[in-house]
């Protein structure tokens, strides 16, 4: 009887199992991040070219795994912008896309300016847009840069534009 007991306990144990996860699918995004400050003499609109490569597992859970932002240019000031490390993770559900990264400004040639960071959540929730069936779509996000320059000072992102492949609520996977 004790074999039956495991045979059987063994059969049911292999039907529960969960399947393994899917690996991660491989999306991109590009499109036009416009950053806004309230520091009076940083205020903007600084409209810059933007790119991310992004991983999204079956779960919905999105990392960024690179970005790249044009440089900001203030006359003779550039600015440089990167993601700060362990940054760039969130969640893509139902076309809604949300992710919390964190923005280094390096603030070249401007004498006794410091960098800033920044931590922000770019979010599809409104004033932003859903990802369409094209995979158009708007984030924003607001927060409080910390230390240096721009410390203190509150800063608007808005970031538009299209990730692909999109698909069936995931991009990355095929429509069916």
């Known amino acids: 009887m004790s074999n039956l007991m495991t045979v059987a306990t063994h059969r049911i144990a292999r039907l529960v199992r ?70 760039g993770i969130g969640t893509y559900a139902a076309d809604d896309l949300r992710l919390t990264i964190g923005l280094h400004v390096g603030i070249d040639v401007l004498r006794g300016a410091q960098d800033s960071e920044i931590m922000l959540t770019l979010t599809t929730d409104s004033p932003g847009s859903r990802v369409a069936a094209d995979g158009q779509l708007t984030l924003v ?33 095929s429509r069916l």
């Open 141 to 173: 996000g607001t927060a409080t840069f910390q230390d240096g320059y721009l410390g203190g000072r509150l800063a608007n992102l808005v970031v538009n534009g299209t990730i692909s492949p999109v698909a069936g609520g995931v991009p990355g996977r």
């Open 18 to 87: 969960h399947p393994e996860p899917l690996p991660a699918q491989p999306a991109r995004f590009v499109g036009v991040a416009t950053l806004m400050t309230s520091r009076p003499d940083f205020r903007g609109p600084y409209a810059r070219p933007v790119s991310a490569e992004l991983l999204i597992d079956e779960r919905g859970r999105v990392t960024v795994s690179s970005l790249y932002l044009a440089p900001v240019k203030v006359g003779s000031v550039t600015c440089t912008i990167s993601r700060l490390p362990r940054t």
